[in-house]
């Protein structure tokens, strides 16, 4: 079964909509485009433009679908959320205004967090009262969300966050209602913590909303692991390699698709240090192609 692929700012570098090393937008819509995506995630919220005229005439331009959006804020922090409000109703409007549905929450990077990445037993873990007002933030974000725009509020576990590891991931499955917040599985992060993105994908299909293709460097991953190397300086170093050509089994998840079917949106993320010299627009195409050739993608 083929499903709608897309690709995300990420994969250019763009993680934070003010890096001054941030590519121009239109480049980025220009040059997903020419690799043959159908559609493009909104990235950090401030990167495209937020008039709805001049981002829906891009977006239409260039027969691009906006696919979702992402709040990447740190949940964890409860001084933080006046950012984190602020993000949430931004990403809703930019994503009401486009027909984007898949509104993607993640608990950013802890810095107490960073040495420990891929280390599940070693990591610090947030107290119970710690733990408790991160998922009430990630419920009122969801409730915002779904009530207010109308969006699908989704869960994406993230190397480095407080929602990181399998045990983390399934206490807030467990802990928020499945009719408030869903899953999204991000193949790359999966592996990263630990654990197996297919055989995740199959426990919890009912749930999963929303798939983010990544692949990841089984030597870097070892060496960024074992050195307690930072998640941006991993990017660097090329963690997340072209699909295919890393540790996901995407031919297993293919099978897993067909067999349960989804049919919603694949959309490719290979984070990337924009300082680092990547060929961004050669591993766009490389990816798509991928996707296409295993009969994921159209």
């Not at 829906?56 to 906006?66: E, K, N």
């Not at 995740?200 to 460097?217: M, N, P």
């Not at 961004?280 to 490389?286: G, I, L, P, Y």
């Amino acid at each position: 079964m083929a499903i709608p692929i897309g690709n995300a700012p990420c994969s250019w570098g763009v993680e934070f909509a003010d890096d001054p090393r941030n590519p121009p937008w239109e480049q980025v819509l220009d040059e997903a485009r020419e690799a043959g995506y159908a559609g493009i995630e909104l990235g950090p919220i401030g990167f495209f433009p937020e008039d709805p005229s001049q981002f829906g005439d891009a977006l239409a331009a260039r027969g691009l679908s906006l696919i979702g959006g992402v709040v990447f804020r740190p949940l964890h922090d409860p001084e933080a959320w006046t950012d984190v409000l602020d993000a949430t109703h931004r990403t809703g409007r930019a994503m009401r205004a486009h027909g984007a549905k898949h509104f993607v929450i993640i608990d950013s990077i802890a810095d107490f967090r960073v040495p420990t990445a891929g280390r599940p037993d070693e990591a610090r873990r947030l107290s119970e009262t710690e733990w408790k007002g991160m998922v009430s933030r990630l419920r009122d974000v969801s409730r915002i969300a779904r009530d207010e725009y109308g969006l699908i509020p989704t869960i994406h576990p993230h190397t480095a966050g407080c929602i990181e590891f399998l045990d983390e991931t399934d206490r807030v499955l467990d802990e928020v209602d499945e009719g408030l917040l869903k899953l999204g599985i991000d193949t790359g992060h999966c592996v990263y913590a630990g654990y197996d993105p297919v055989d995740y994908f199959r426990k919890h299909r009912a749930r999963t909303s929303y798939l983010h293709f990544k692949d990841i460097s089984g030597p870097v991953k070892q060496a960024a692991i074992a050195d307690r190397t930072g998640f941006y300086d991993a990017c660097a170093k090329g963690i997340f390699c072209t699909l295919g050509n890393g540790l996901v089994d995407f031919r297993g998840l293919k099978l897993a698709i067909d067999e349960t079917g989804y049919d919603d949106w694949g959309t490719v993320e290979q984070d990337c240090n924009p300082a680092a010299g990547n060929p961004v627009v050669e591993d766009a195409r490389m990816n798509y192609a991928f996707l296409r050739d295993i009969g994921l993608g159209a």
